[in-house]
């Protein structure tokens, strides 16, 4: 009986490995990534304001016993936010609430540091932003290949060679769109891991409140969970834990917008409608099937636009700030589709990555093509760690390790060009 080619089999539990050498693995991670994105994530100069960070102010604002958000104003004479919604005379932050929820739990110790709920210091904010992107993406990689140096490389990978690095960046100044985006992929390695771990459903639930917390979209990946459920006898534990994911959103709607499944994004567009973004949306709705081509065609095909060169900077442009293709940009997504055969036979696998596909869906369908991306595809992170915890265990092993190092090395290159060392503007258009 001929056996299975070794990079085709199924992935089996990681060989145990000396805990110095994970240490040591991890610490040379860490290393790694101050050496090549220190310049850009500047951990040094991390923290976040209400001035300009919409879900914080929501946050104090909650203390202070209201839901809209104070001194913004709401007609056309006075400048407000530029993603927070006008309904019934308020201004209310539309983006999900976790980090609003922070704000709140962190307001004690706000308060003792600095006398204010509504500024985060930079302890905090590395403490919940950016230091579980590493711990995370290190952990959840290595239980997925069973080797701590291949799972360093992974999580480099994915955090300098994605459009991860310029949230990164963005959400070092406190950008509320950026921050989500960077919260949000937490949560989804941690779902992946538990549905390709030991399936207890509550760390998935956990990790799937982080990221429908952050973005929305990602609340459709309760469909494979809820697959996953059925499997182990778990689907009535799984159906508690999606009402209690889903019940903060849904009463928030209501209570800021007046029904559970307006979540308010219509409304940003009130005193605003001759921006492109209102007329796209007046025409054609907050979803349609219109915007599939369009958006399909920046998140896939768009190929950079080279703007200047010099020796020392290549600054690449996606015009109008639309989108590039995720696969120029991060050539390593290649080994999805190179890995196909083997993730398509393990069932729970085969679900995540179908999973991904309403994913996709939903935000190609959505009536903006991403904005503020110049150069990357910023939707794109809603299923690329799913995409990437599937694929890892064949991403190595002969003529895969050197392809995959050489599809690194150019992402790592494009992200390092494209990404400038000074911190995007605070007051730059974030989000949605």
């Not at 210091?121 to 290949?145: A, D, E, K, N």
């Not at 009130?270 to 998140?299: I, T």
């Not at 293709?325 to 589709?337: A, E």
Request: hydrophobic share 50%; charged share 15%; with cysteine.
């Amino acid at each position: 009986m001929s056996q299975t080619p070794a990079h085709d089999a199924l992935p089996q539990a990681p060989p145990a490995e000396p805990r110095w050498r994970v240490a040591a693995c991890f610490a040379l991670m860490l290393v790694a990534i101050q050496l090549a994105l220190g310049p850009k994530i500047r951990l040094s100069q991390w923290g976040i304001a209400a001035e300009s960070n919409a879900a914080v102010m929501e946050g104090a604002a909650w203390l202070q016993g209201r839901l809209d958000l104070p001194n913004q104003g709401t007609d056309p004479a006075h400048k407000r936010m530029h993603d927070t919604a006008c309904y019934d005379g308020k201004v209310y932050n539309v983006f999900p609430p976790l980090l609003a929820f922070l704000t709140v739990a962190l307001a004690p110790l706000h308060k003792f540091l600095l006398g204010r709920a509504d500024i985060w210091v930079q302890s905090t904010h590395l403490l919940f932003v950016f230091w579980p992107l590493p711990i995370t993406g290190f952990f959840v990689f290595r239980r997925q290949v069973g080797d701590s140096a291949w799972a360093a490389v992974l999580t480099v990978a994915w955090m300098g060679g994605t459009a991860l690095l310029p949230n990164i960046a963005g959400a070092s100044t406190g950008l509320l769109g950026q921050i989500n985006h960077v919260l949000s992929q937490v949560g989804l390695l941690i779902l992946a891991a538990d549905c390709l771990g030991r399936r207890r459903i509550w760390p998935s639930l956990i990790g799937l409140a982080i990221s429908t917390w952050t973005r929305q979209m990602t609340a459709l990946f309760a469909l494979p969970l809820l697959w996953v459920a059925w499997k182990e006898k778990k689907l009535g534990r799984c159906l508690a834990g999606l009402a209690v994911v889903a019940a903060p959103l849904l009463i928030l709607n209501h209570l800021k917008f007046g029904s559970p499944l307006d979540f308010g994004y219509r409304h940003i567009y009130v005193n605003r409608d001759e921006e492109p973004l209102a007329r796209r949306c007046r025409q054609h709705g907050l979803f349609s099937p219109h915007f599939l081509p369009e958006n399909f065609y920046y998140m896939h095909i768009a190929p950079p636009r080279v703007d200047e060169v010099s020796l020392t900077r290549i600054h690449v442009l996606s015009a109008g700030q639309h989108g590039t293709s995720i696969w120029i940009t991060s050539p390593f997504l290649v080994f999805v589709l190179i890995s196909a055969g083997p993730w398509l036979r393990d069932p729970t696998r085969r679900a995540l990555m179908l999973g991904t596909l309403p994913v996709m869906l939903g935000n190609l369908c959505y009536h903006g093509t991403g904005f503020l991306q110049d150069g990357y595809n910023r939707f794109a992170l809603d299923f690329l760690p799913i995409w990437l915890v599937v694929a890892a265990p064949w991403t190595r092993g002969g003529w895969r390790t050197w392809l995959f190092l050489g599809c690194v090395a150019w992402s790592l290159l494009y992200f390092q060009q494209i990404t400038p060392n000074q911190a995007i503007l605070a007051s730059a258009v974030g989000g949605e």
